[in-house]
C-alpha cells in the first residue's frame, strides 16, 4: 500500500492553489493584502486534500481498511473544507461573484438549503449499495469525494457566514447549525460504533490488517468520525458563541455610550 500519484487528482489542487496565489497576489498590489492567517489555513486546506488522495491513506483505506477510509473521507469532506473556507474571504472572492449565473448558485449557501444538502450527501454515500460502488468504480469514487468537498464548502461557508446571508441567521442560529451537523454525524457514527455486521463488501474481503476483524474496523471508523466531529463541532461553538459574546458587550457599550452634540459638546439627551 504506497503513495498514489494520479494527476485526475493533483492537477485540480495545483490550479485551485496557482488561482489562489494570483488572487491574493493581485489584491497585495492594490495595497488590500490577505493576513497571513488565511494565506496558512488555505495552505493547509490543499495539504489536507493532498493528504486524502496522495499518501497510504488513499490506497489503505480503497483496499483493506474502512476506519483509514473514514479519515479520508473526513480529510476530503470536513477538514479540507472547513480550512479552504477560513482561507477565503470577500475580496478574494469577488472576481467569482460577478457572473449572473453564479449569483444564482448563491442560494446553495442559504442555510436551509447548505445544511440539509450536506445532511443528505453524508448518508447518501454511508449506503452500502452506494459506497460498494465508489469502491469498484473509480469514476463514483471521484464523484463521491467531489461530493464530500462541494457540500463540505457549502456547510462551512453558511456556518461561518464567508457570503451574506438572511438576516435571520445569526450567531444563535449558527450555534443551532453546528448542533444539528453533531446530531447528523453523531448518529451516522453510533451506527457504526453498535452494529454487530459489516456493512461493506470490500472490506468483509479484505487481507485483515492489524488484526482488526470487519466488524472491529468498522467500529474503529465510527470512533474516528465521532471524535473528529465532535472536536471540530466544539470548537468552532467556542469561537462563534465568544464572538456573539463579544458582539453583544459591543451593541451594550454603544447603547450606554453618552451621545453628543456639536458643537459645544454637551450632552444630547437620549429618545
Given amino acids: 500500500m504506497g503513495w498514489t500519484f494520479e494527476p485526475a487528482q493533483l492537477v485540480p489542487i495545483a490550479v485551485v492553489g496557482a488561482l489562489y496565489a494570483r488572487r491574493a497576489w493581485t489584491l497585495r498590489e492594490r495595497g488590500r493584502p490577505v493576513p497571513a492567517w488565511k494565506l496558512a489555513s488555505f495552505a493547509c486546506g490543499l495539504l489536507a486534500l493532498l493528504a486524502g488522495v496522495v499518501t497510504p491513506i488513499d490506497s489503505i483505506g480503497e483496499e483493506r481498511l474502512f476506519s483509514v477510509h473514514m479519515v479520508q473521507h473526513l480529510l476530503i469532506g470536513d477538514l479540507a473544507p472547513l480550512l479552504l473556507v477560513l482561507g477565503l474571504s470577500r475580496p478574494l472572492l469577488r472576481p467569482l461573484l460577478v457572473p449572473r449565473a453564479v449569483q444564482r448558485l448563491r442560494i446553495l449557501t442559504h442555510p436551509l438549503i447548505a445544511l440539509p444538502l450536506w445532511a443528505a450527501n453524508l448518508w447518501a454515500w454511508h449506503l452500502p449499495r452506494l459506497y460498494d460502488a465508489a469502491l469498484e468504480h473509480a469514476a463514483v469514487h471521484a464523484l463521491q469525494h467531489l461530493c464530500f468537498l462541494a457540500a463540505g464548502m457549502l456547510l462551512w461557508t453558511t456556518l461561518l457566514g464567508l ?8 450567531r444563535g442560529a449558527q450555534l443551532a447549525s453546528l448542533g444539528f451537523v453533531w446530531a447528523v454525524g ?47 463541532v466544539a470548537t468552532a461553538f467556542v469561537v462563534i458563541g465568544l464572538r456573539w459574546l463579544e458582539e453583544a458587550e459591543q451593541r451594550q457599550r454603544r447603547l450606554e455610550a453618552p451621545r453628543y452634540s456639536e458643537p459645544t459638546g454637551v450632552p444630547r439627551p437620549r429618545g
Avoid at 457570503?163 to 445569526?170: C, I
Avoid at 474481503?205 to 465532535?230: H, N
Fill in 163 to 170: 457570503l451574506p446571508g438572511p438576516r435571520w441567521y445569526g
Fill in 186 to 232: 453523531a448518529v451516522l457514527a453510533n451506527i457504526f460504533l453498535w452494529s454487530d455486521r459489516a456493512f461493506y463488501t470490500r472490506y468483509v474481503d479484505a487481507p485483515r490488517t492489524w488484526g482488526l476483524s470487519a466488524v472491529a474496523d468498522q467500529r474503529a471508523g465510527g470512533g474516528v468520525m465521532l471524535v473528529e466531529m465532535t472536536i471540530v
